[in-house]
DNA sequence: AGGACATGTCATGCG
DNA sequence: ACCGCATGACATGTC
């Protein structure tokens, strides 16, 4: 935060300045605040930066700098993002954040944009409200600005220039109107200017103006709505003609109204808009900015051929129910790659950014306030008041084709000619296709014609948000659900990796263990060597090491730690090989094989009960033993090469044979003039010797690995249930979700009028998604593809 | 007596 | 080639 801060103080004031100078304002608005959170967990996943907006709000997020989106003006934040990605390369600080923040950009109806200020009136449900939306100038704002992301602002500045964000206000309100009319032709420019900077960022221009680049490209002249012709926009606002095209031909969007349903009642009153602003607080779409979010054209044209706005659903050709999500893959494949593109120059590598980005719909989410789904206003542009008696809605078109349309724009147009749309997206940006994903994911049901049976009165789930919920939602999720795991199971393999390591005494223990022996091998073969020189082998021959029990103690009170230190018990035996004296030397009875590996002392005495200090049984075969004379009792101890040794008259102990350093070994044999045979079992000694401590390491690492598997698979049985628990808490917050959509469902049905102002009976019509992101109002029974061939018939029956 | 277990030993492979 | 080590397989001893 404060970093960044300091970057953008600097640098941004500048741009402050210019902004206010040219009266632009942009205030973002805390889509935030009111995500749900079930829903950007599950669709957006944990680290997803799902949104829409993602594309600006990715980047803010993952800076991790705090921007508050209320407070900053994204006209400059936008402009000074390559200032962000600077300090970000130079920090390479990446830090992913799970959660994507989605703002909506409001411009106060008093900016000059006065994109719709406010997101709240167009989440109004109210049925009035949606009159009054329209009437409402910074109702149509939000409309636009409803994906509320930092894009959205981009697109609100756009808008002003070149689309809807003027041109709605323009229509109703004259205030707003004059704001945009204070843009100067140089203010426009300089705003593009900015534009491009943030493009250069990265952010691809399109991206934040979806429909509108290209047409000014392509088209630039004819539509007043680009920055440039900023009083042909006003003109044509003035004229009451919709930005985008909600007349009958749009140049912009390039849709032409042609087909109205003449069905639907001039009277819906219900505002298309408001429909749409209920779906799309259900749905957040908000990403149009970044992704033209699929418009949900709600135009319908009246019997006259005068375009009834309000129900603006247009039928939606049918979809083979397969597709949507194939399409949603490959939408989110686009997203993900544009994701990478941008993710890239902010240096954000990690899949999760990616993921985030996937979903527009995730930024709208949380744009929405009060728990709304943030929709993606800036499409809004259209009038609010889009009532039956305006034919389009021409905001709608842009975003809600898309944002319903899983599948390109651009061929959108051709199916939609055959529905009767309100709006036809003309957006063949891929913007719009990438709005349209997500959308299309949740709002797509796979089959565009449900049957009758489905929608009735009650709040059950219409079947087009039904199948939405079940299939491509669910869908979604389920991968999220899968990412999640994974993401999951990778950080549950690095925390077992971090356990297995602190608890692996294996590679340790390995190291260690042979380790051990040989030092005190080596300090004790010195003083052995010493002390054993006057050893008479003769009479006790060779002494076994593990004969000689009695020495236990010394080793432990020297020290002789837990580790396995055959070598050094058998040396320090050698001093004291006449079984005599052992009595006299309590302290060294315990001087002895320690098999016991790293077992506390107890336990090796256990192993061994030749050990005379052993308990239990180890005591009565002391007792059984000083029966027996000390001769007969090292011979029953020793072990068989002791007593080969000491059959051979081997001059040096065991031990010394077989702990001895080479050199010294070699050394010691030089000096003793040895027959052939006895060279032999010496050196058969060493090799076994050597070879028992290797086995008794070998076999104490066996142990070692047995258990650590051992912690290892109730470590993973933990995280097995912890996932598991987790599971569940994902689906508890899938079916909450269906629940809301099926009342936002319900309420947004209840309120379409037809011409008459007659609600319209569910049990009769159901509202579909078409492929082009169009919303339409369809009997029921009428098939998609019926619809797409002939528009007009299901408009003849929503007449009836 | 036989199984289980611990330990020792051998053979082999690797560094 | 030798040495040391690791390890599987087997043998032995003990309970």
Redesign the pocket.
């Known amino acids: 935060m404060l970093y960044l801060k300091k970057y953008f103080t600097e640098g941004l004031i500048q741009f402050t300045i210019l902004l206010s100078l040219i009266g632009v304002r942009v205030d973002v608005d805390t889509y935030l605040s009111n995500q749900l959170p079930p829903l950007r967990e599950i669709i957006l996943g944990p680290s997803s930066a799902y949104t829409q907006t993602q594309f600006h709000n990715l980047r803010n997020t993952l800076d991790g700098n705090g921007i508050h989106p209320k407070s900053v003006d994204l006209d400059q934040f936008f402009t000074t993002r390559r200032l962000l990605n600077q300090v970000r390369q130079l920090d390479r600080i990446f830090v992913p954040s799970t959660e994507l923040n989605t703002w909506l950009v409001h411009r106060d109806s008093e900016t000059v944009v006065s994109t719709s200020s406010q997101s709240s009136p167009s989440i109004t449900l109210d049925n009035g409200g949606g009159l009054e939306d329209a009437n409402n100038p910074d109702a149509t704002p939000a409309m636009r600005g409803g994906s509320g992301t930092p894009e959205s602002t981009y697109n609100l500045n756009e808008a002003d220039s070149s689309l809807g964000a003027v041109a709605p206000e323009g229509n109703q309100e004259p205030s707003s109107r004059d704001g945009n009319d204070d843009l100067t032709k140089e203010d426009i420019d300089l705003i593009d200017i900015l534009w491009r900077q943030d493009i250069d960022l990265g952010a691809g221009r399109e991206v934040f103006n979806y429909s509108n680049r290209q047409k000014e490209s392509e088209e630039e002249k004819p539509h007043p709505q680009e920055n440039k012709d900023g009083n042909e926009e006003q003109e044509r606002w003035r004229n009451g003609v919709n930005l985008q095209g909600a007349q009958p031909v749009d140049g912009e969007t390039g849709e032409s109204i042609p087909e109205q349903l003449p069905g639907l009642g001039s009277q819906t009153s219900l505002s298309l808009q408001e429909c749409l602003r209920l779906l799309e607080a259900t749905f957040p779409f908000g990403e149009e900015s970044e992704f033209p979010a699929p418009v949900v054209t709600p135009e319908i044209v009246s019997n006259d051929g005068v375009p009834s706005t309000s129900q603006s659903l247009p039928l939606a050709p049918q979809l083979p129910p397969a597709e949507p999500q194939l399409d949603l893959e490959q939408q989110w494949q686009d997203i993900m790659a544009i994701m990478e593109l941008q993710a890239m120059e902010v240096n954000i590598t990690s899949p999760h950014s990616n993921s985030s980005s996937d979903i527009d719909s995730s930024g709208t989410t949380e744009s929405n306030t009060g728990g709304n789904f943030g929709l993606p206003t800036h499409s809004t542009p259209v009038n609010q008041d889009v009532s039956l008696h305006q034919a389009s809605l021409p905001s709608c078109s842009q975003d809600f084709p898309q944002i319903f349309n899983p599948q390109l724009d651009s061929t959108s147009n051709a199916p939609r000619t055959t529905m009767p749309r309100l709006a036809s997206s003309n957006s063949s940006n891929i913007n719009s296709t990438f709005g349209a994903t997500n959308l299309t994911g949740i709002f797509l049901p796979p089959h565009i014609n449900s049957s009758s049976t489905n929608i009735t009165s009650t709040p059950i789930l219409p079947d087009p948000f039904s199948n939405l919920l079940e299939e491509s939602m669910l869908d979604e999720i389920s991968l999220l659900d899968l990412a999640m795991e994974e993401g999951f199971s990778q950080a549950q393999a690095s925390q077992l990796e971090d356990e297995l390591d602190s608890d692996s005494g294996l590679s340790l223990d390995?190291?260690h263990?042979?380790a051990s022996?040989?030092s005190s091998e080596t300090s004790c073969s010195s003083a052995a060597s010493s002390s054993s020189t006057s050893a008479t082998f003769s009479e006790e021959g060779a002494v076994g090491?593990?004969t000689d029990s009695e020495v236990a103690t010394v080793e432990t009170e020297e020290g002789a730690v837990g580790g396995y230190q055959?070598g050094y018990s058998k040396l320090c035996r050698m001093s004291y090989q006449d079984p005599s004296q052992f009595h006299g030397l309590p302290q060294l009875d315990s001087i002895s094989?320690n098999?016991?590996?790293n077992l506390p002392l107890s336990s090796?005495f256990a192993?061994?009960?030749?050990l005379p200090i052993s308990v239990g049984?180890?005591t009565v075969?002391d007792k059984h033993n000083k029966l027996q004379p000390p001769q007969d009792l090292l011979d029953?101890h020793s072990?068989?090469?002791e007593r080969r040794a000491r059959a051979m008259k081997i001059p040096f102990s065991n031990e010394k044979i077989i702990n001895l350093?080479?050199e010294e070994?070699?050394e010691l044999l030089a000096k003793h003039h040895l027959s052939e045979g006895q060279l032999a079992l010496i050196r058969?000694i060493?090799?076994?010797?050597?070879?028992?401590?290797?086995?008794?390491?070998?076999?104490k690492?066996?142990l070692d690995t047995i258990i650590n598997l051992e912690q290892g698979v109730q470590d993973l049985r933990r995280d097995k249930s912890r996932l598991l628990k987790e599971k569940m808490e994902f689906i508890r917050s899938i079916r909450q979700m269906k629940q809301k959509m099926q009342s936002l469902y319900q309420e947004v049905f209840t309120q379409l009028r037809d011409e008459e102002g007659r609600p319209y009976p569910p049990s009769e019509y159901s509202l579909q998604y078409s492929a082009d992101g169009s919303v339409l109002i369809m009997p029921r029974g009428v098939t998609t593809a019926e619809q797409n061939r002939k528009p007009e018939k299901k408009q003849k029956d929503k007449k009836k």
């Open positions: 390995s190291s263990s042979p022996p040989s090491y593990s055959p094989h098999h016991t590996y090796a192993e061994h009960p030749e049984k180890k075969r029953k072990s068989r090469d350093p080479v070994f070699n058969d060493r090799r076994r010797g050597k070879n028992k401590m290797a086995a008794q390491n070998c076999r690492r066996k």
